[in-house]
C-alpha cells in the first residue's frame, strides 16, 4: 500500500456511489440559524468577485442597470422565467454596467428578500420624478399598460408599423416614448433634449 496516497476508511463501509447519493440529498445546517438571504450561501466568493470589479474599473458618470439572467433549468425557487429573453429560465441579477463592464451586481430571488428599495405608493413615472427631484437621471422600458404611461402612445399589436416610427410625450417632466423596433418599445426617460418642438 502507497503510504502517499490518503487513506479513506469510510471505503471499507460504503461504496462511492452511495457516499455521493448521500452528500448530493442530505443537508446539515444548524437549527438555531435562519438564512434571510438565499445568496448568502456564497459569501464571500460573491462579495470577493464584486470587489474586483469595483478595484479594477472606474465608471463613468452615466452608468446603466440591467438584469442578467444566468441559464439554469434545475429545479429552484428562486429562479425566474421571462420568455422573450435569450436566456428565459435562471437566476436573476441585476447589474450596474458601464461599455460592457459589470462594475457590480446583486443577485435577486422570488422569494428571498434583497437590498433594493422599493416605493409601493409611486408608480414608474414617480419614481423617475422622485429620482429627478435628487439629481438622478434615469430611462428604462417601461409596459404599455402601466399606470401613468400616457394612452397616446399605446398601440394595438395588430397595427403594422414601418420601422424606426417614433413618438413622445412630455409628462412632469418626464419623457414618455413609443417607438417601432421589431416590436413596439414603450419607455420613459429623463435624459433627453429639446430641439424646437422635436426631442433627441
Known amino acids: 500500500m502507497d503510504t502517499r496516497l490518503p487513506v479513506h ?9 452511495c457516499f455521493e447519493q448521500i452528500k448530493r440529498f442530505l443537508h446539515v445546517s444548524s437549527p438555531a440559524t435562519t438564512i434571510k438571504n438565499y445568496f448568502d450561501k456564497l459569501e464571500p466568493l460573491l462579495s470577493h468577485i464584486r470587489n474586483v470589479s469595483k478595484h479594477f474599473y472606474m465608471p463613468n458618470s452615466n452608468v446603466s442597470v440591467d438584469e442578467i439572467i444566468i441559464r439554469f433549468s434545475g429545479r429552484s425557487i428562486h429562479t425566474v422565467r421571462m420568455k ?3 436566456n428565459p429560465e435562471g437566476f436573476k441579477i441585476l447589474s450596474l454596467c458601464d461599455v460592457g463592464y459589470t462594475y457590480t451586481f446583486l443577485p435577486t430571488s422570488r422569494i428571498s428578500p434583497n437590498d433594493v428599495k422599493k416605493i409601493n405608493s409611486l408608480n414608474q413615472t ?3 420624478i422622485l429620482h429627478l427631484q435628487i439629481g438622478i437621471g434615469a430611462c428604462g422600458t417601461v409596459r404599455k ?6 394612452k397616446e402612445l399605446k398601440v394595438d399589436k395588430s397595427i403594422k408599423l414601418d420601422w424606426d416610427i417614433r413618438s413622445g410625450i412630455i ?4 419623457l414618455a416614448v413609443f417607438w417601432q423596433d421589431n416590436g413596439s418599445v414603450t419607455m420613459l426617460s429623463m435624459i433627453y433634449d429639446l430641439v424646437g418642438e422635436e426631442w433627441e
Open 84 to 86: 422573450n429573453k435569450p
Open 145 to 150: 399598460n402601466a399606470s401613468g404611461f400616457p
Open 126 to 128: 414617480g419614481c423617475l
Open 9 to 17: 476508511h469510510i471505503s471499507k463501509q460504503m461504496s462511492l456511489k
Open 171 to 174: 409628462i412632469n417632466e418626464v
